[in-house]
C-alpha cells in the first residue's frame, strides 16, 4: 500500500531507548542567532525610505539551541524534567531525526473515562 | 488629505543662544491652549500648552537650559508649529537590551 508523504502514520519517537505510543508529534527549528530588531526610525526620514534597525545589543541565551519537540502520547510514561537522552524520530523506517535532548517538561492527563496521555516538551542539542 | 509624518526638523533657540536641532526625534506632541484666559484682553493664560519632543539622540538640551525661554519650531511632515516656549524638563531612559530615550518637555508661553 502507498503511503501519501503528509500522513504522520507510520511515525515512531523515542527518547532514551523507550519507544512512546505518540499522537502528536511537534519539531521546531529556530534560529537563535536571528537578530531581533529594534525599530530606531524617526521623523526625519523622508517618505520612502527604509526602516530603520539596528540589532539589540545583547545576544541571545548561549544555552538557548532555537530546537524543541513536542509530544503528545497515550500511556503514563513519566519522564522527569532535565533527564536526558537520545530523541529519535522515524517516519515509515526513514530516520529524521536523532539527536541528544533533554526533557524541559512533562504534563500527564488523568480523566474519567479516558485514556491517560501525557505531552512532553525536549529541548534538542545542535548537531 | 493625509500628509505622511515624515521629513521632520525640530529646532529649539533658547533667548540669547544658538539655535539647535534634536535629532532622530521618533514622537513630537504639540498641545495649544488648556486654560482659560486669566487676562481681560483674552491673550494670557498660565495654561497655554505644552510640547513634548522625544528623540533617541542626545536632547542636546542641558540642566542650563531648564526654565529658559525660545522658539520650538517643527517643519516638514505635515508639523509646521512654531511657538515660544519654556524649557520646564528632560527625561532620559535607559532599558536593558534597548536604545536610550530622550524626551524634553516645555510649556507654552506668550511672545
Redesign the interface.
Known sequence: MSTTPHDGSGTVISFAGTNFTARTISVAFNNPAAEDL?D????????G?SVLT?G???TGSATDTGQEVTVEYLGKNLIADQSTGTLVITHNGVQLLSRAATCNSTTLNFNTNEAITGTSTFKIARS | MATPCAGVTATWAASGGSSVAFSEVFDVKVNLGGGLPAARDGTWTLEMGTVEVSCFGTANTSQADLFKKGTLTFSGGGLNVAVRAIMVGANTAGTVNDVARYTVRFNVAPD
Not at chain 1, 40 to 47: E, K, P, Q
Open positions: 529594534i530606531v526610525s524617526h521623523l526625519g526620514l523622508t517618505a525610505n539596528m539589540r545589543p545583547l
